[in-house]
């Protein structure tokens, strides 16, 4: 068993979005990413199967998709598979928390 606070752990960055491995198994991944206003993680995507989800913890901001964008606050949970291109824009200080399955 393992326990962890995200709010206490994961820290911001002027220069640019912070990154904290929380779980990494066979399973599943979770990792928490934290932007500071204006930052962002840009469109990607994997070539595998699998699905990943990418929940807003605090702040709000965009889902980025190929071509389109969707508002993204506190409590909004996007989830996709992990071929589809995906990214996140912060337009507030933002917390999100994204679970990839199974892991890359």
């Given at each position: 068993?393992?326990?962890?606070n995200?709010?206490?752990?994961?820290?911001?960055s002027?220069?640019a979005m912070?990154?904290?491995l929380?779980?990494?198994?066979?399973?599943?991944?979770?990792?928490?990413f934290?932007?500071?206003?204006?930052?962002e993680l840009?469109?990607?995507s994997?070539?595998?199967?699998?699905?990943?989800?990418?929940?807003v913890?605090e702040?709000?901001?965009e889902?980025?998709?190929k071509?389109k964008t969707?508002?993204a606050k506190t409590?909004d949970?996007l989830?996709?598979?992990?071929?589809?291109?995906?990214g996140?824009?912060?337009v507030t200080?933002?917390?999100?928390?994204?679970?990839i399955?199974?892991?890359?």
């Amino acid at each position: 068993m393992k326990m962890m606070n995200i709010f206490e752990e994961g820290s911001f960055s002027d220069k640019a979005m912070k990154k904290l491995l929380v779980h990494d198994s066979p399973y599943f991944r979770i990792i928490n990413f934290n932007f500071k206003a204006g930052q962002e993680l840009p469109i990607h995507s994997h070539e595998l199967e699998g699905q990943l989800s990418i929940q807003v913890l605090e702040g709000e901001g965009e889902y980025l998709a190929k071509d389109k964008t969707l508002p993204a606050k506190t409590g909004d949970i996007l989830i996709c598979e992990i071929a589809e291109p995906h990214g996140v824009r912060a337009v507030t200080d933002m917390r999100v928390l994204v679970t990839i399955a199974p892991p890359l």
